[in-house]
């Protein structure tokens, strides 16, 4: 790797400095773009000091378009980069606006190596890399607006990304209800233009849904608060056509952002941020969340567990945004002290079931508080499993519990 070491070098502000962290408090490496179409350190410096009043340039590293990778501060020093989870996170920007213009190969290959560097130094995982879109409160922000599913695909390989097969496009227009990977035509091409137009880089604009385009299409689901699945369907059209995006300032000197608040308790959290990524994010604490969201408790973080996290964080006021981090935790804590457990199956029977349960369920479903367990409780049962879209049996199981409570 060609690094220029720039720590002494740079800009620095008159009387204000970063504050300081070991090393073993770094748990993510968070990959920008600069949102510019050029740029360079030095210049990246002068508008976080002299513009934005900062201590110094936000980024750890910048990878310039040759390959060239500039060092600007000790892995130690909190910079302002990723709002709330700077304390945890290493900054890599990389020059350049890639919701426009195309990642190029020396500029990736210099920042896939300088991430598995950095991988070993610090002991982490590919799961750790997370682009700045992906940290929690930040889903709305095209920041670095490149695939970071093929990103991390390529950190696990010396090969990198399969290149995509020139594929002849249809020249005929086609208009299908559903689009999803695999698709190609003249339809493909023009939700592709639409997403561009958007601000979420599809790669080339080629009519084939391949794995940028889907990797696009679930980030803006993300961004519209909508079902996060890659297919292009009636309710993605809908947002399509109606989307308004956060505005942010011009980002002259990349996307980046000043701690806030919330950063206290990103640092006094020692459990692992839960998101989607691919491959799914695996583990107890994925039954945990699951249990507590009434997901299907297989233990995976996938689609669903992120739909029904967000549902929680919704009806909680949180950020929705999908992404177990400190915060939805700690709602989640709160959750575990004063939601009722569950203690049996209940359902239909002769004699009727009566009990506490019964009475909390009932609450819960809105009908009369008798304590017994006849027709009307069970229809009530029936009527949420439907609207749930779980399983319609009227019988109250550990899943239904959970979806209740």
Same mark, same amino acid.
């Given at each position: 790797?060609?690094?220029?070491?720039?720590? /002494?070098?740079?800009?620095?502000?008159?009387?204000k400095?970063?504050?300081?962290?070991?090393?073993?408090?770094?748990?993510?490496?968070?990959i920008?773009?600069?949102a510019?179409?050029?740029?360079?350190?030095e210049? $990246?410096?002068?508008?976080h000091? /002299?513009?934005?009043?900062w201590? %110094?340039?936000?980024?750890?590293?910048?990878?310039?378009?040759d390959g060239s990778?500039?060092l600007?501060h000790?892995? @130690?020093?909190?910079?302002?980069?990723?709002?709330?989870?700077?304390?945890?996170?290493?900054?890599?920007?990389?020059?350049?606006? $890639?919701?426009?213009?195309t990642? %190029?190969?020396a500029?990736?290959?210099?920042?896939?190596?300088?991430?598995?560097?950095?991988?070993?130094?610090f002991?982490?995982?590919?799961?750790?890399v997370?682009?700045?879109? +992906?940290?929690?409160?930040?889903?709305?922000? !095209?920041?670095?607006?490149?695939?970071?599913e093929?990103?991390?695909?390529s950190l696990r390989?010396d090969?990198?990304?399969?290149?995509? !097969?020139?594929?002849?496009?249809p020249s005929?227009p086609? /208009?299908?209800?559903?689009?999803?990977?695999?698709?190609?035509? +003249?339809?493909?091409?023009?939700l592709?233009?639409?997403?561009?137009?958007?601000?979420?880089?599809? =790669?080339?604009?080629?009519?084939?849904? %391949?794995?940028?385009?889907a990797?696009?299409?679930?980030?803006?689901q993300?961004?519209?608060?909508i079902?996060?699945d890659?297919?292009?369907?009636?309710?993605?059209? /809908?947002?399509?056509?109606?989307?308004?995006?956060?505005?942010? !300032?011009?980002?002259?000197?990349?996307p980046s952002? *000043?701690?806030?608040?919330r950063? +206290?308790?990103?640092?006094?959290e020692?459990?692992?941020m839960?998101?989607?990524?691919?491959?799914?994010?695996?583990?107890?604490d #994925? &039954? *945990? &969340?699951?249990?507590?969201?009434?997901a299907?408790?297989? %233990? &995976?973080?996938?689609?669903?567990?992120?739909r029904?996290?967000? +549902? $929680?964080?919704?009806r909680?006021?949180?950020?929705?945004?999908?992404?177990?981090?400190p915060?939805t935790?700690?709602?989640?804590?709160?959750?575990?002290?004063?939601? !009722?457990?569950?203690?049996?199956?209940?359902?239909?029977?002769?004699?009727?079931?009566?009990? @506490?349960?019964?009475?909390q #369920?009932?609450?819960?479903?809105?009908?009369q508080v008798?304590?017994?367990?006849?027709?009307?409780?069970?229809?009530?049962?029936?009527? $949420?499993?439907?609207?749930?879209?779980?399983?319609?049996?009227?019988?109250? =199981?550990?899943q239904?519990w959970?979806?209740?409570f």
């Amino acid at each position: 790797m060609n690094i220029n070491d720039k720590r /002494n070098s740079l800009v620095r502000h008159r009387s204000k400095t970063y504050r300081r962290r070991s090393k073993s408090q770094i748990k993510n490496i968070a990959i920008h773009h600069s949102a510019t179409t050029s740029g360079s350190a030095e210049a $990246f410096a002068r508008y976080h000091v /002299n513009q934005l009043d900062w201590p %110094g340039i936000a980024y750890h590293y910048v990878v310039n378009k040759d390959g060239s990778i500039d060092l600007c501060h000790d892995p @130690e020093v909190v910079s302002y980069h990723v709002g709330n989870s700077n304390g945890r996170a290493l900054g890599i920007c990389m020059v350049g606006d $890639f919701r426009t213009q195309t990642l %190029g190969s020396a500029q990736r290959n210099a920042t896939l190596e300088l991430v598995r560097t950095l991988l070993d130094e610090f002991n982490l995982t590919v799961d750790d890399v997370w682009g700045h879109i +992906e940290f929690p409160g930040y889903s709305w922000k !095209p920041c670095p607006s490149i695939s970071m599913e093929q990103f991390r695909r390529s950190l696990r390989t010396d090969q990198g990304e399969t290149p995509i !097969p020139n594929i002849p496009v249809p020249s005929q227009p086609r /208009n299908r209800a559903v689009l999803s990977q695999g698709d190609r035509g +003249e339809d493909v091409r023009t939700l592709q233009q639409k997403l561009n137009e958007l601000g979420f880089n599809t =790669g080339p604009t080629d009519g084939i849904f %391949g794995p940028l385009t889907a990797d696009a299409v679930e980030r803006f689901q993300r961004s519209a608060r909508i079902r996060v699945d890659g297919i292009v369907g009636p309710e993605t059209r /809908n947002a399509l056509d109606n989307f308004n995006s956060v505005t942010d !300032p011009v980002e002259h000197g990349a996307p980046s952002d *000043e701690p806030d608040w919330r950063e +206290e308790h990103y640092n006094e959290e020692n459990r692992r941020m839960l998101r989607l990524i691919r491959p799914m994010m695996r583990g107890q604490d #994925v &039954v *945990e &969340v699951q249990q507590k969201v009434g997901a299907l408790t297989d %233990g &995976v973080y996938g689609p669903e567990t992120e739909r029904r996290v967000m +549902e $929680f964080q919704r009806r909680n006021n949180l950020t929705v945004d999908g992404i177990v981090g400190p915060l939805t935790w700690a709602m989640f804590d709160g959750v575990a002290e004063n939601t !009722p457990s569950y203690e049996r199956l209940l359902s239909l029977q002769s004699p009727m079931l009566r009990g @506490e349960d019964v009475k909390q #369920v009932q609450r819960a479903l809105g009908v009369q508080v008798d304590g017994l367990y006849g027709p009307n409780t069970q229809r009530a049962v029936r009527n $949420f499993q439907r609207s749930a879209g779980i399983s319609v049996d009227g019988i109250v =199981g550990p899943q239904t519990w959970n979806r209740l409570f």
